[in-house]
């Protein structure tokens, strides 16, 4: 069963929020998968840019095993909005991820496939995907404009691989930028926040109780804290922002 909320009089980053509530992962899997679908039937192709996680890794499961051949995989590209600075063979890479659960299952050619070299050296690389952004994503207003754009959303606010120590990346005139971890100190590329913010459908995709205070205090707050959490600064400056969330996210959402 889903759930829709919006709260008219509690606007997220100044515009209104569209809240989507569903009872479980498999649900909002169904959901988000129409969403896509629909964009796909009214482009004809798109663009992603994926994101890592334990919530897109079961998305790309879902998708494996339910959507073969429901889905035209041929006339969707993929990218990243971020990516760790490791091997694609590296657990930690985002890329492996996708391979591991949703490339290995599915007709998508070689060609569609635009991978982060999180090996290199990270400001190269940047560039490097900035230019690769450049030539095969629509361009709109001198920035690439994602037709679908998936972020998750940190316990500490963070989204794609901006940190709030780092908050000043996400002004960044750059494309892509180079963020570090708070904790490990690992360097990974992510999209800036003006190339996220380009995006045609950007979509939180957020499970588990553990994110549902960070998710009341960003969805339902009245106070200003773009300057605090980079998922604050989600703000499309064309498009619209959709939030996929399972009860136990939402759960503090819900009166």
Known sequence: MEFIVNYKSKPIMNMKPDIKIFDDIESLNVEFTK?????????????????????????????????????????????????????PLDDESNFKMTKDHLFNYIPVPEKNIYRIHGEEDPQKEAERYANVLKDNVEMRNGLPSFEVLMLGLGNDGH???????????WDSNDICVVGTHPDSGQKRISLSGKTINNAHI??????????????????????????????AKVNPVYGKV????????ANLLID
């Open 35 to 87: 969403l896509l679908k629909e964009h796909l039937w009214k482009k004809g192709e798109l663009s992603i840019a994926l994101s890592g996680g334990s919530t897109p890794k079961l998305l790309f499961d879902f998708w494996a095993s339910n959507d073969k051949t429901d889905l035209d995989w041929s006339k969707i590209r993929f990218f990243w909005s971020d990516e760790r600075c490791v091997s």
């Open 159 to 169: 989204t794609a691989s901006i940190f709030p120590h780092q908050i000043e990346l």
């Open 202 to 231: 950007i979509v939180f995709l957020v499970t588990g109780r553990s994110k549902s205070e960070i998710v009341k205090e960003i969805v339902r707050s009245e106070l200003r804290l773009d300057n605090k959490y980079p998922a």
């Open 242 to 249: 959709v939030w996929f969330l399972d009860k136990k996210a």
